[in-house]
């Protein structure tokens, strides 16, 4: 798996989860929504993305790794 690919499920998954909180326990997790979508907002415009790097670290390869080590 790609770092953009977990990055995308990460944001997915907690979209789901503070909406089932949000109907569950609190309309206040909806600020937890906000915040994921505004993270994936500004990171679509700049480029940064604090969990990729975090990712990363950790060695995790990006597209562009896969597809530059790839053999073709």
């Not at 929504?33 to 480029?47: C, E, H, M, P, Y």
Request: charged share 10%; proline share 4%.
């Amino acid at each position: 798996m790609t770092i953009e690919r977990i990055v995308v499920s990460v944001a997915g998954s907690f979209i789901l989860l503070s909406l089932l909180l949000a109907y569950l326990h609190s309309p206040y997790w909806l600020g937890f929504t906000a915040f994921v979508g505004f993270n994936l907002f500004q990171s679509g415009i700049t480029g940064f993305c604090p969990l990729a790097l975090i990712l990363a670290k950790f060695g995790m390869q990006s597209e562009a790794d896969k597809a530059r080590l790839s053999p073709n």
